[in-house]
Structure formats: structure tokens, C-alpha cells
């Protein structure tokens, strides 16, 4: 009769560790809050200065502080130069960070001599005036002495549900 108990027994022990019921690992706490992604502004490299455009590649860094991975959906951002506004761009293809970790991101931004023109008509500028200024701003984006300042946002999903970082940075 002790055999059989002894055998029921380990039966039903055995039972309990392998369905779960004992467990010798502590188990960690799954999070029920999504901290936001912190972004960094590295700063705008010049990868192809012309007469008539600029290819600039401005990178961001974006960590993720939680402990599970996150999908960064897309980077939006407005630019500008010593105040004076340049355009939209951003980076639309997914990049997934896992937790506790940084990605660096670089969105590559065209910008022609024409996009300054329209951009100073946009703000309320007088024809004639926009041609020489678009030309004195040429100058200055082509120097070294140049402000940067991006403004935008990050878009990221996770199993926790969306969340919305926004960033405002001058260098």
C-alpha cells in the first residue's frame, strides 16, 4: 500500500512541475506600461553638395527603454535652417528594436534650390525677393557655421499598444 501511495504521489509531483503548478525559476513581471523611446539628434551630414541641390543625411538615434522589443512604425520630421524652413521628410520602413537597446537611424533629404524658392513663397515672401534670398541661404547650407533644427515625431507599436514620441532638437 506505501508503494502505491509513493508511486501516486511521484505521479502527481511530477504532474505539477512539468504543467507548471511548481516552478523553481522566479517568474518575471510582464509590463503593463509602455515607457516612451528616447530620441537623439546626431546631426546632418552633407553626403553631395551641388549648384542646384544638396543630398543631406540626418541621423537620429532612438532607444528602446522597455524590456520587450518595439516596432518603430516611422520618424517624421520638419527641417530647418537657421530658422528658415526647409520641408517635411521622415523614414516610413519599419525598424524593430529589441528592449534595452539603441538604433541609429538616417533619413536621407533632397533639397534643390527650387524647394528653397517655394518655401519662401510658402511663407508669405515676395517673388522678386525669394531668388535672392533662396541664394544667400545656397551659401550658407554649403558652409560650415549652419543651425540645424529638426522637429518631429516617432511612431512605435508594441504588444502594450501604440505609443507617440515627439522631439525637437538644434545643433
Known amino acids: 500500500m506505501q508503494k502505491i501511495i509513493r508511486v501516486v504521489l511521484l505521479i502527481a509531483l511530477g504532474l505539477m512541475v512539468t504543467t507548471g ?7 518575471e513581471a510582464k509590463p503593463t506600461e509602455l ?12 553626403a553631395f553638395s551641388g549648384q542646384e541641390s544638396y543630398r543631406l543625411d540626418l ?15 516611422e520618424l517624421n520630421y520638419k527641417l530647418y535652417c ?9 523614414v516610413a520602413e519599419k525598424a524593430y528594436i529589441p528592449g ?3 538604433i541609429r537611424v538616417r533619413s536621407p533629404y533632397t533639397l ?28 550658407v547650407i554649403g558652409g ?5 533644427r529638426v522637429e518631429g515625431s ?18
Not at 515607457?35 to 551630414?45: Q, T, Y
Not at 507599436?157 to 545643433?171: A, H, N, Q, V, Y
Open 21 to 27: 503548478g511548481i516552478s523553481c525559476t522566479e517568474e
Open 35 to 46: 515607457l516612451p523611446v528616447e530620441v537623439g539628434f546626431v546631426g546632418v551630414e552633407k
Open 59 to 73: 541621423v537620429f538615434t532612438v532607444y528602446n527603454p522597455n524590456k520587450l522589443m518595439v516596432a518603430m512604425d
Open 82 to 90: 537657421d530658422e528658415d524652413y526647409l520641408g517635411t521628410s521622415g
Open 100 to 102: 534595452e537597446c539603441e
Open 112 to 139: 534643390g534650390i527650387s524647394d528653397l524658392i517655394g518655401a519662401y513663397m510658402l511663407g508669405g515672401m515676395p517673388m522678386s525677393e525669394c531668388i535672392g534670398a533662396a541664394g544667400a541661404k545656397w551659401g
Open 144 to 148: 560650415d557655421e549652419v543651425t540645424w
Open 154 to 171: 516617432v511612431h512605435i507599436t508594441s504588444e502594450l499598444g501604440p505609443s507617440l514620441t515627439r522631439f525637437d532638437f538644434t545643433k
